[in-house]
T-cell receptor, first 110, second 114 residues
Framework: KQEVTQIPAALSVPEGENLVLNCSFT??????LQWFRQDPGKGLTSLLL?????REQTSGRLNASLDKSSGRSTLYIAASQPGDSATYLC?????????FGSGTKLNVKP | GAGVSQSPSNKVTEKGKDVELRCDPI?????LYWYRQSLGQGLEFLIY????????KSGLPSDRFSAERTGGSVSTLTIQRTQQEDSAVYLC????????????FGPGTRLTVL
C-alpha cells in the first residue's frame, strides 16, 4: 500500500523567508502528485499538479518538484507571507486510489 | 455551478441511524471523489467515480458504507447503522477527468454520531 509522508509536521518561520516542504511516497508507480493547502475550517485548495512525466511545476511564488524514482517531492515557497499560513498537503494517485500525507502546518509570523 | 457543493454542511445523528451525504460536482467534471477526514487525522480516500462507475470500492471502510452516482453528476454517500467512529468531515472533490486533472474540493459535511 502506498504510504505518503510529509516532513516537517509543523513549521514556524518569520515573514520573508524562503522555505521547503517535503513529501515522500513509497510506491513510485504514480500517475500524478498534487499539492494542496487547507485553511482551518475550510476545504482544500489545489496549488500545483505535477504529472508523472513532469519534473516540476511553478505558480507565482510556489515551485513544486517531483523525483518519481526516489519517491520525493518538494514544495518551495519563496518570500513567505502571513497569508501563506495554512496546512499543506501532498497527494499521489495510482491505480484508482489517492493517498494523502498528513500535512505540514505552516505558520508565517509577521 | 461555481464550485463543488455538499449537503448538509453539518449532520448530527444517533448511533444506529442511516445517513445520506450529497455531493454536487462542478458541471462537466466526469470524475468525482469521496474522502474522510477524522479529527486530527489526514485525508482518507474512500471511493472514486469515473462517470457513474466506481472502478474500485475497496477504500470504503466497511460494508455499511455505499456510494452511487447518477447521470454523471450528483453523488450520494450512504452510511448505514452509523457508529461513533464514523464521526468525521466527509469531503467530496471533482475533476475534469481522472488522474491527470486538478481536483476541486467542496466544503465538506461534518458528521457527528452521538
Amino acid at each position: 500500500k502506498q504510504e505518503v509522508t510529509q516532513i516537517p509536521a509543523a513549521l514556524s518561520v518569520p515573514e520573508g523567508e524562503n522555505l521547503v516542504l517535503n513529501c515522500s511516497f513509497t510506491d513510485s508507480a504514480i500517475y500524478n502528485l498534487q499539492w494542496f493547502r487547507q485553511d482551518p475550517g475550510k476545504g482544500l485548495t489545489s496549488l500545483l499538479l505535477i504529472q508523472s512525466s513532469q519534473r516540476e511545476q511553478t505558480s507565482g511564488r510556489l515551485n513544486a518538484s517531483l523525483d518519481k524514482s526516489s519517491g520525493r517531492s518538494t514544495l518551495y515557497i519563496a518570500a513567505s507571507q502571513p497569508g501563506d499560513s495554512a496546512t499543506y498537503l501532498c497527494a499521489v494517485s495510482n491505480f484508482n486510489k489517492f493517498y494523502f500525507g498528513s500535512g505540514t502546518k505552516l505558520n508565517v509570523k509577521p | 455551478g461555481a464550485g463543488v457543493s455538499q449537503s448538509p454542511s453539518n449532520k448530527v445523528t444517533e448511533k444506529g441511524k442511516d445517513v445520506e451525504l450529497r455531493c454536487d460536482p462542478i458541471s462537466g467534471h466526469t470524475a468525482l471523489y469521496w474522502y474522510r477526514q477524522s479529527l486530527g487525522q489526514g485525508l482518507e480516500f474512500l471511493i472514486y467515480f469515473q462517470g457513474n462507475s466506481a472502478p474500485d470500492k475497496s477504500g470504503l471502510p466497511s460494508d455499511r458504507f455505499s456510494a452511487e452516482r447518477t447521470g454523471g453528476s450528483v453523488s450520494t454517500l450512504t452510511i448505514q447503522r452509523t457508529q461513533q467512529e464514523d464521526s468525521a468531515v466527509y469531503l467530496c472533490a471533482s475533476s475534469l477527468g481522472p488522474y491527470t486533472d486538478t481536483q476541486y474540493f467542496g466544503p465538506g459535511t461534518r458528521l457527528t454520531v452521538l
